[in-house]
């Protein structure tokens, strides 16, 4: 969109905006996937610009907020081990465990730091050959290629303190999980599809939400104008009693995906049953180390004790990821539970919905 002056920005955010309301001729639920896509809605104003059939949900594209508690509590449990750095992104250390959290057990003393990319912590892993460096690997498609890149670089480099702790995700599982017998309760009459996780996958293996679920679906980019072109392809397709799968974000996602990254984590990660907060295990929707790599694996390597799960009381981010509440459904939204202190994943997470509900205002 670059290439566009300011002025053809707003004509054309003015057309879509005017089609969709033309369009749309009786109430619609869009789910957007991806919580990038749920934050750029809020900062762009652009449910305001939607009219009143047009409704947007949150789905479960927070890669924080659906990794499970016992995910957590294992993570907490290995950084209180001797001997152990923890590497992570930043969104997790806030993130509540069942009865503590990484920012807690950091102010007690574990050795815990903040990295960027998997390769961060392989870095810290060479600067200390003493300690077990854990890299918490979380995200989905568009994160898990830099783990497996960071699995292969320490294989290369012969270096043996370095893990992960695998809690990667892919996102069409889930999708069919919500649109089909797992879902129940959610209706869904059109998706927004993370372009960032399509830069990788291609569009393949999204096919089956139009040719199998009849939903139409569009890859959609993230500036303002990418998603209320989105929208209006998919008010259009309902309109038109037809479902597809579309890509409006073409200047970015081909077809075929990335190649490269898809050749590196079909080497180190193979498809497994994965637990998702909220959802619950949802068949070949994980990546687990392969067995050639297992000894980077530290389920695998490193033994560790972990306490007995337990989810926050009253807390519905279940409902949330799924789409079947909005944030402010929840009785603890806002009271209880705020950006200050998080009772849920949701609330945590810079792209969890109920943080961005929190953070831009109620909206719609
Ligand atoms: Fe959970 Fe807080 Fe969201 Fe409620 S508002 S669903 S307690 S994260």
Redesign the pocket.
């Known amino acids: 969109m670059k290439n566009l002056t300011a002025d053809r920005v707003r004509q054309l955010a003015d057309y879509y905006t005017a089609e969709i309301a033309r369009l749309a001729d009786r109430p619609l639920r869009l789910m957007e996937v991806c919580g990038t896509h749920t934050v750029a809605i809020f900062k762009a104003g652009i449910r305001q610009l939607l009219p009143e059939q047009v409704e947007l949900v949150s789905g479960p594209g927070c890669p924080v907020c659906v990794t499970p508690n016992d995910y957590l509590d294992t993570a907490i449990a290995y950084s209180r081990q001797s001997g152990v750095i923890i590497a992570t992104f930043g969104d997790m250390l806030r993130v509540p465990g069942s009865s503590s959290s990484l920012m807690q057990e950091k102010a007690r003393g574990a050795d815990i730091r903040i990295v960027y990319s998997p390769l961060d912590s392989l870095a810290i892993a060479r600067a200390h050959p003493d300690k077990r460096v854990i890299f918490l690997a979380v995200g989905f498609e568009t994160t898990a290629p830099t783990t497996a890149a960071a699995i292969l670089a320490a294989e290369q480099a012969g270096i043996d303190n370095f893990f992960v702790l695998t809690s990667h995700k892919l996102v069409p599982p889930a999708l069919r999980a919500l649109l089909t017998a797992g879902g129940a309760g959610v209706r869904v009459d059109g998706l927004l599809l993370p372009g960032h996780v399509c830069t990788v996958t291609g569009l393949a293996p999204f096919r089956f939400l139009a040719e199998e679920c009849g939903t139409p679906a569009v890859v959609a980019g993230f500036e303002a104008l990418d998603i209320l072109q989105a929208v209006y392809m998919l008010v259009k397709q309902i309109r038109a009693g037809v479902a597809r799968l579309e890509n409006q974000y073409a200047r970015v996602v081909r077809p075929e995906g990335n190649p490269a990254a898809q050749a590196a984590l079909a080497k180190v990660y193979g498809e497994v049953d994965a637990a998702w907060r909220g959802i619950g295990v949802i068949p070949a929707s994980g990546l687990g180390v392969r067995e050639e790599y297992a000894r980077f694996d530290a389920r695998y390597v490193l033994g560790v004790d972990v306490e007995p799960t337990r989810e ?1 009381a ?4 279940g409902e ?1 990821l799924r789409g079947v509440i909005k ?1 402010p459904a ?1 009785p ?2 806002g009271r209880a ?1 705020t950006s200050d202190h ?6 945590v997470s810079v792209e969890g919905a ?1 943080a961005a509900w929190y953070k831009y205002g109620a909206g719609r």
Not at 314 to 317: E, L
Not at 342 to 347: D, H, R, S
């Open positions: 926050a009253g807390c519905r981010c949330v944030p929840c603890l939204f539970c998080p009772v849920g994943a949701c609330m109920c």
